[in-house]
């Protein structure tokens, strides 16, 4: 198994539409977790970090549920600005440990 | 506001030469990491340095080698490159004395070896 898992799509969605990407990790002992967006090409970028109460940010949310040790992240309201793959990250415990990266979720917001 | 810088950002290598790509990092974080991206692979840890003075293998650290010069540099050296090594490269930086922090990413060398 993964340690970190994401479906890799690629999601298609209207301009407007609300899309919803999931993660699971396989790590219990998992202590922090972000999702990230990379562009085409491009490096990496933060998006936004997952808080264990749930966390928004504008047209994003971001949810986590470690009984089930799974991540969402919800998109509303898709811009074309939005195309991009998001990519699932986990960290592991302790300040020194490595971030583990999904492969990513690709996202096509079209028109 | 530099944040994380690689250098080359492109290269083209020959079999069996050798090369050094340099990251440096002004966040005064102390850890640093080097990734390898490949299509339909996502992002590959090479290696890693949790602070000045120390480094640990990735997931994939044959054919390379790393040296964390102090604390703002991490280089990656390919001793005798191989076309399997052509990808992406990003170096990442991260302070390492919080747990929630995210790690904070260069603009990549792209690598090939024919």
């Known amino acids: 198994r993964k340690e970190v898992e994401q479906d890799p799509g690629p999601f298609n969605v209207p301009e407007g539409a609300t899309v919803a990407f999931n993660c699971t990790y396989s790590?219990?002992?998992?202590?922090?977790f972000f999702w990230y967006r990379q562009d085409c090409r491009k490096e990496p970028k933060l998006l936004m970090s997952v808080y264990s109460s749930g966390n928004e940010d504008g047209r994003f949310t971001a949810q986590l549920n470690r009984a089930s040790q799974y991540i969402s992240l919800l998109i509303r309201d898709s811009k074309l600005s939005d195309s991009a793959t998001y990519l699932c990250v986990v960290n592991g415990p302790g300040t020194a440990s490595k971030l583990t990266f999904g492969t990513g979720t690709r996202l096509q917001v079209t028109l | 506001n530099a944040g994380v810088t690689q250098t080359p950002k492109f290269q083209v290598l020959k079999t069996g030469q050798s090369m050094t790509l340099q990251c440096a990092q002004d966040?005064?974080?102390?850890?640093m990491y080097w990734y390898r991206q490949d299509p339909g692979m996502g992002l590959r840890l090479i290696y890693y340095?949790?602070?000045?003075?120390?480094?640990d293998k990735g997931e994939v650290p044959n054919g390379y080698n790393v040296s964390r010069l102090n604390k703002r540099e991490f280089s990656l050296r390919l001793e005798s490159a191989a076309p399997s090594q052509t990808s992406v490269y990003f170096c990442?930086?991260?302070?390492?004395?919080?747990?929630?922090?995210?790690?904070?990413f260069g603009d990549g060398t792209r690598l090939s070896i024919l």
């Open positions: 966040m005064n974080h102390n850890s």
């Open positions: 790590n219990s002992a998992s202590q922090s």
């Open positions: 340095s949790a602070s000045e003075g120390t480094t």
């Open positions: 990442a930086s991260r302070t390492g004395t919080l747990v929630n922090q995210p790690q904070h």
